[in-house]
């Protein structure tokens, strides 16, 4: 599937823009043959929406982390800046003026030039949008994979606080191992890379404080039962 | 850690481990649910995982609550649209 994405935008994409340019150079004799290249060509657009939008689900997240790991090490987070902010709503905006203005130059007939080159003024900037955005979404990937060996080899307080480990002591063995583990794994693969060290350790700290309640207020009641009961004993 | 996420997508409240594990704990001691010990891995700082799995019992028992749960709530939601 994604093989097939990779080779259909480039190739609908051209003939879209070989249609366009086409319908250009024959001016007024083909202006349907331009209108149908822009057409096919913001169509490729639209349905390049979707990837974009699998790419911007992690891309916050990304973020949090890379922001988290430039403070750990102290790189600069000069090139995340605002402009991803105004991307997203400048690709949809120009992509849907480019559609309005087009579909009205259709309707009014290829004397409404306004209307027409509107449209591809619109798309251009709609097709240059798009590129920045992948581009930069690689740029960042391979940046955080650089940033996160450079942090690994800093051996980063990636363990959990000792003294809450001691605590867990006091649950029953046969949750024990089990318990701390799923702390562990939650504070390592999750909290530690998103949130960084000190709100990881808050939240282990919290989990200790919730979770060991429960279990030894098990044991707490077992104990109060066999005092009553051997009290009982003849 | 899979159920303590699923519980806690799905309910969206907050649940803790130690009741999640007393409860897995009474679960199992009652019949309902049986457990294995998985293998360890390094994120888990080398311990090893616990899976549970539903049993007849417990699916039997499941499905009776289920189905009381859902009969009291046919009985709930006529006056609850009379209310409103």
Known sequence: MIRVQRYTYPVVGTVGFVLMLWGIIEKQHHYWLRDCGAFILLLNMGSVLPVMRAHARDYLPTMRRLQRLCDLTGVPFGFANAMYRWLCPFIFGTLFLSLASLATGMFLGPTEKFLHYGSYTFEFLCIIGIGIFLTRHRKVESILRKLESAAHSRHLPSSPPRAAKFILLLVPKRHREHLIGDLEEEYTAMLLPEYGVRRARIWYWWQVAISIGPLLWVQIRRGVAIAWLWKRVP | ?84
């Open chain 2, 1 to 84: 850690m899979r159920i303590h996420q699923e519980i806690e997508t799905r309910a969206e409240r907050r649940c803790s481990y130690g009741a999640l594990y007393t409860t897995l704990d009474r679960l199992e001691q009652k019949g309902y649910v049986s457990s294995r010990i998985g293998e360890s891995t390094p994120e888990r700082g080398g311990r090893a995982k616990k899976f549970f799995k539903i049993d007849s019992a417990g699916k039997a028992a499941l499905r009776q609550s289920y189905g009381a749960t859902r009969r009291m709530a046919q009985g709930i939601e006529p006056q609850w649209g009379g209310a409103s």
